[in-house]
């Protein structure tokens, strides 16, 4: 159902096709490796991720000792002791997703639009565009970090402009952890838009044009609703990594515990208090959140429509 | 409203359009040469042209899709040359129909009405979609339906918004000839109703000469004759119109002499004669023209009055029977390949292949061009450099003229 949404290249009219209806083996067969992969990678561990959210401590045992029960308690505490960073996680994921279209959205559209006369531009943009890739985005982050220290360039200029107070700072500020989110996935927002907008027909928008439409109107009647599938592959694309996201989040990188989302706290709970069915507890509230506002999402744009 | 028409309100009475000294380039080629126009109000102008004769080009300078390099576009008394084409009281049906295909018909054809805000815009589109017989698809998306269809809806969004100046881009293409005809006769019908001007751009003479009042036949950025779709076809004035528009024999010769009302021209050997005021040209070398259907074939020499033009004898090379008539192709020593179109109104005896045959036209019938026709080699080496040049112009024309 979701996943759906993600086709954008795929065009509807390969659909159909009989050669799918007849029951060849050698499908099956190819099938076989990536059924078997999601099996032993994904099946079996969420089976044992609902089995750990369930346990309780050992009584008498060691930190970190837990045996199989039913404690549905532990998803009442999880929830109570760390609502805070629920809220905050889909908060800070949804400005990032925001803030990831009103950026990348321009960004997809002068590429794949305006640039489309220059090929040899549209490609130098577009390398431009997935140039930070080539760098590993731990370092991408730490690199932003230093920009925003304290004591650093920006906050000196900004200090001294008097744009923020003279005792401001920016790490570990709300602020600094959604541009990072925000700038992190920025080319997935951008990348299935270039994609929609490239294939874009533009005699859509001279036929707006000629029918009475603005250049405004003709964006909001037209081209909008024809990009509406690497939109919403886009908002997707960044909104569930960003709201499992700790590294931006982190005390290490551009956080602070006031910053903490859901990430920090599984990564906490895991690793540092062994806590696991806590830990496990809280990544199955954040799969089944993400599933259901995604769902609904999806289906509210109705995306079948557009594909 | 006399003569000023804003893109806000329904026409009333169609506009009149004048291109005045408009020039279109492209880089590397001019796809418009200094071009004036005028259309009347409530004509039904059709502008004809092979592709790459930058017809289209015209068009989407009416529309304001393109802008002129130099000139200017006059609609209704009103200089739109710096408008953009949401601003003119112009509607375009598309050779590509461009239906928006996230939209049903119905939000199609509504969508020019609801961008003026014109009250009840839903009735009027499907008052719009019912002359186009397409009613019973108004909730449909644009891609469940037939080509035929989809430019039926394509017609009906530009024409339900009642422009003062409606632009047609080979807009029956798609259309079956049943379907053609039908959608000629609507055409023509709205056209006479409501007095809207049309602006019809087509590379089918056919559809030019039945539908349109007057004709302009278009050659490499340039109008070569303009006039009734009779006068074009009777009296072309140049070689392009000659041999674009139906089938002419040429024959290119010196002028001997020439008195008030006949212009005498020797070619090949042969006197042929011209009316005067059928000649471009009373002087130096010319070219006489006669449409196929004109000339009589003859069987035995016969004898003609002064009145007639004969030539002959000549080889029949080929004979084809279409129906109605049978084509001639006869070899004339000396004058070249002459094409002759006889009604088969009688049964019997025809000339046959190999026949020796003579050929007679009444000399009212011949017509006097400007120029003279463009030497072409009947076999081009393709793959010469000058012929491939050429062949990568009119490519390059051709997508132009598409984009």
């Known amino acids: 159902m979701a996943f759906g949404a993600f086709q954008t290249a795929a065009p509807a009219a390969t659909a159909a096709t009989p050669a799918s209806q007849r029951k060849s083996p050698i499908a099956l067969w190819l099938l076989l490796p990536g059924i078997l992969y999601l099996i032993l990678f994904f099946v079996t561990p969420l089976f044992s991720l609902v089995i750990t959210s369930f346990q309780e401590p050992v009584p008498g045992g060691f930190m970190g000792e837990y045996q199989n029960a039913f404690r549905f308690e532990n998803y009442v505490t999880v929830v109570s002791t760390y609502f805070s960073h629920i809220g905050r996680s889909f908060v800070y994921a949804f400005l990032a997703t925001f803030f990831a279209l009103l950026l990348g959205y321009p960004i997809a559209y002068v590429i794949g639009v305006k640039l489309r006369p220059y090929p040899l531009w549209q490609s130098l943009a577009l390398v431009i565009l997935i140039a930070p890739f080539f760098i590993s985005f731990l370092l991408r982050t730490i690199a932003w970090k230093q920009i925003f220290a304290d004591e650093g360039f920006f906050v000196g200029i900004l200090k001294s402009a008097q744009i923020i107070p003279a005792d401001a700072y920016l790490t570990g500020t709300p602020f600094s952890v959604v541009f990072g989110l925000t700038y992190m996935f920025l080319p997935f927002m951008a990348l299935p838009i270039y994609t929609t907008l490239e294939k874009l ?35 997707l694309l960044t909104f569930i990594p960003a709201t499992g996201d700790y590294i931006n989040a982190s005390r290490d990188f551009l956080g602070s ?34 599933l259901i506002i995604v769902s609904a999402y999806v289906k509210r744009s109705g995306t079948d429509d557009l594909l | 409203m006399a003569g000023e028409v804003s893109a806000k309100q329904f026409a009333e009475a169609g506009a009149d ?17 200094d071009l004036s126009l005028d259309i009347p109000a409530g004509s039904f102008f059709a502008l004809l042209g092979p592709s790459g004769c930058g017809k289209t080009t015209t068009l989407r300078l009416v529309a304001g899709l393109e802008e002129p390099t130099e000139g200017r576009i006059v609609i209704g008394g009103k200089d739109v040359t710096d408008t953009k084409a949401y601003q003119r009281p112009v509607n375009t ?17 509504s969508f020019g009405l609801r961008r003026r805000k014109i009250a009840d815009a839903e009735d009027k589109a499907r008052e719009a979609l019912a002359l186009v017989e397409l009613g019973h698809v108004a909730n449909r998306k644009p891609a469940q339906l037939s080509g035929g269809q989809q430019q039926r809806v394509a017609l009906a969004r530009a024409v339900v918004n009642r422009p003062a100046l409606l632009l047609l881009d080979e807009p029956l293409g798609a259309l079956d000839l049943k379907l053609r005809r039908q959608m000629q006769l609507e055409l023509k019908d709205i056209q006479s109703e409501v007095g809207l001007t049309f602006l019809h751009v087509t590379h089918d003479q056919e559809e030019a000469m039945t539908m349109a009042d007057t004709v302009a036949v278009m050659n ?9 779709p009779e006068e074009l076809y009777e009296s072309p004035k140049t070689a392009f119109v000659a041999t674009f528009l139906g089938q002419s024999n040429l024959f290119v010769g010196e002028v001997t002499g020439s008195t008030n009302t006949v212009v005498s021209v020797s070619s090949g050997g042969y006197e042929l004669r011209v009316p005067s005021e059928r000649a471009v040209a009373h002087r130096g070398t010319i070219t006489v023209g006669v449409r196929p259907e004109k000339v009589s074939l003859h069987q035995s020499k016969p004898s003609v009055d002064a009145n007639r033009t004969l030539i002959g004898p000549g080889r029949v090379v080929d004979a084809s029977f279409t129906g109605v008539s049978t084509q001639y192709l006869v070899e004339v020593p000396s004058v070249g390949e002459v094409t002759v179109f006889a009604q088969n109104t009688s049964l019997g005896e025809h000339a046959k292949e190999g026949d020796e045959v003579f050929l007679s036209w009444s000399v009212e019938h011949a017509f ?12 081009v080496d393709d793959t010469s450099t000058g012929s491939v040049a050429v062949q990568e112009r009119e490519k390059l024309e051709a997508e132009l003229e598409e984009a």
């Open chain 1, 201 to 235: 027909d533009l005699r859509y928008v001279e036929a707006g044009g000629d029918l009475y439409a603005n250049p405004v109107t003709v964006f909001r009647t037209i081209t909008f609703p024809l990009s509406l599938p690497g939109v919403i592959s886009g908002t």
């Open chain 1, 257 to 290: 515990t006031e910053t903490a989302m859901m990430g920090n706290v599984i990564e906490a709970n895991f690793l540092v208090l062994q806590n696991f069915p806590a830990a496990a507890a809280l990544s199955l509230i954040l799969m089944m959140s993400i």
């Open chain 2, 17 to 33: 359009l004048s291109l005045v000294n408009v020039t279109k380039r492209f880089p590397g080629f001019t796809a418009i040469d």
């Open chain 2, 93 to 109: 049906v598309f050779q590509s129909y461009a239906l928006f295909p996230h939209m049903s018909v119905l939000e199609n054809v």
């Open chain 2, 220 to 228: 490499l950025g340039k109008i070569e004759q303009m006039g009734a």
């Open chain 2, 368 to 379: 006097g061009l400007a120029d003279t026709p463009p030497e072409e080699e009947r076999f």
